[in-house]
């Protein structure tokens, strides 16, 4: 099992930026693929960014490209996805999950075997 806790959501004006952070704890040592996804009310849950755990590759949905970034403190158990140049589209509730199989950056919900109880994010216009 692998127990993940997202922070950092909140409210932000159009323009702004923030900073989510996903902390894992438990069996770390079988994570492939942290991924963020995002799910706005009536909507499906939509894949955002995912990165590889050992090397570091990255995959980012095309609505959110060169505006987010994902990283990862291996050390740390930890992921993070900086937001920035924020739109009101961008509302969400935001979770990170945890890929244990060999794919890498894969997209869909279903690929991903553990999830965060997400956060919130709401960009105000």
């Known amino acids: 099992q692998v127990q993940l806790v997202e922070s950092g959501g909140g409210l932000v004006q159009a323009g702004g930026s923030l900073r989510l952070s996903c902390a894992a704890s438990g069996r770390t040592f079988s994570i492939n693929t942290m991924g963020w996804f995002r799910q706005a009310p009536g909507k499906e849950r939509v894949f955002v960014a995912a990165?590889?755990?050992?090397?570091?590759?990255?995959a980012y949905a095309d609505s959110v490209k060169d505006r987010f970034t994902i990283s990862r403190v291996t050390a740390e158990n930890t992921v993070f996805l900086q937001m920035n140049s924020l739109k009101p589209e961008d509302t969400a509730v935001y979770y990170c999950a945890v890929d244990i199989t060999r794919f890498p950056l894969r997209r869909r919900v279903r690929d991903y075997n553990y999830w965060g109880q997400g956060t919130q994010v709401t960009v105000s216009s």
């Open positions: 990165i590889t755990w050992s090397g570091g590759s990255t």
